[in-house]
């Protein structure tokens, strides 16, 4: 086949495919409940499997974004799920690889058809900074879009996001952030410190319940916020493989790069520790995410969980971009599959 003819023949394809493609909504057909979507399920280290943290909550075919790391509107975009029909996003903390694709989240959901109403970006205090510094950035973007469609398709009224700050008061540890259509959200404290203030989020409905945890280390207070919580997904690191990356690092004399390594391991779980806070709290299914270092290869996914499996009896996942956790109501178990090539054209 030459090349021409072949040209001609992709033509065709994409073209026979690109309206299915186009109108594809695989949140419609979600069945009725709590459906999580793991957008990015690594860190900032750099790895080819797994972007920066981000997860979609969806529920009555609204979407609340869970953090947005570097990539993740173009993770959502593969997975199909319409910018439009974001609801809100909520930030456990301001780490550079949880709001580092905040605003270009914002940028497809702005020229999104229907929406008459700004992102509303929802976090404990420093949320306005973030966001008030990213709407400055994107300024100048924002008037050349304007310009360029027409205010009827970039509207500069609503292309800048807005902030909505809660603190969580010192006598706490949890809070209701949002409740509307059936669907409450709790926000509680978790310990990432020196990072201050830093959550995780518990999202009731119907019934089932989910709880993402941020970043954290084993902490009382995510357990006593994840009771009988359906599922919860917890970041977690393997120290093993992150001290021979550090010994790696310093043998090639990259003493800086050794020494963050070794910093990293003092402010999440491992996946041992993940798996504890899990049955102590009797949560249904546990999903690994945030995953440091990177497991290039299949075989270190086990050293990673370690004894985690005996820890926790129940299903046990180490969570990948595009993986899709359902929990449909009337029910008590929890469905996986994976968005990526869910819909016409996949």
Known sequence: MSLSLRSRVSLALIKKKLPDMMSADPIADLAEGLHVAIVGS????????????????MVNGKVYIVDAGEGSSETLNRMRIFPGKIEAVLMTHYHSDHIGGLASVNLQRWIAEEITTPMRVIGPPGVERVVNGL????????GYRTAHHGEAIADPAISAMVPETFHIPDD???????EEDGLKVTAFVVDHSPVEPALGYRFDYKGRSAVISGDT?????????????????????SIELL???????AGAGRKARSQIMIDVGDYHATAPQAADAAREAGVGALAITHIVPPLPLKGLEGVFLADAPERFKGPLWLARDGDLYSLPTGGTGVERSNMFGRGPGG
């Open 42 to 57: 690594g860190s900032p280290l750099p790895d080819v499997k797994r972007g920066n943290p981000c997860a979609a909550v």
């Open 135 to 142: 709407n400055e950035a994107y300024a100048l973007d924002s």
């Open 172 to 178: 706490q540890e949890s809070m209701v952030v949002l």
């Open 217 to 237: 280390i084993y902490t009382q207070s995510l357990v006593n916020a994840s009771k009988g919580a359906d599922l919860l997904i917890h970041d977690a690191l």
């Open 243 to 249: 001290n021979m990356v550090a010994e790696a690092a």
